[in-house]
Nanobody, 116 residues
Framework: QVQLVESGGGLVQPGGSLRLSCAAS????????MGWYRQAPGKQREVVAG??????NYADSVKGRFTISRENAKNTVALQMNSLKPEDTAVYYC???????????WGQGTQVTVSA
């Protein structure tokens, strides 16, 4: 059974920084993709950033402010968030994808609140 455990959320002032981490454990030894989504109140879950086959991608709204990184040997993925804005407030979810079987695993979510 694969489990994703997130950490690093919290309350930060506008312009501040947070670092989210996600560790995958279980029977799957590698994932072809890992990344982060977020869901704000009343909105649909949206892609924030991901690494697929080693290639990074970002939502336009976070380009230049967020950086995603992955440690393959540890099956961990991190999201460094700088210059945070109130509109970044959301629950952030880590995901990890396998090919065989084809499945997208999710973490439990971690709250990020950007407020003065």
């Amino acid at each position: 059974q694969v489990q994703l455990v997130e950490s690093g959320g919290g309350l930060v002032q506008p312009g501040g920084s947070l670092r989210l981490s996600c560790a995958a454990s279980g029977s799957i030894s590698s994932f072809y993709a890992m990344g982060w989504y977020r869901q704000a109140p009343g909105k649909q879950r949206e892609v924030v950033a991901g690494i697929t086959w080693g290639i990074t991608n970002y939502a336009d709204s976070v380009k230049g402010r967020f950086t995603i990184s992955r440690e393959n040997a540890k099956n961990t993925v991190a999201l460094q968030m700088n210059s945070l804005k109130p509109e970044d407030t959301a629950v952030y979810y880590c995901h990890a994808d396998t090919l065989v079987p084809r499945h997208k695993y999710w973490g439990q979510g971690t709250q990020v609140t950007v407020s003065a």
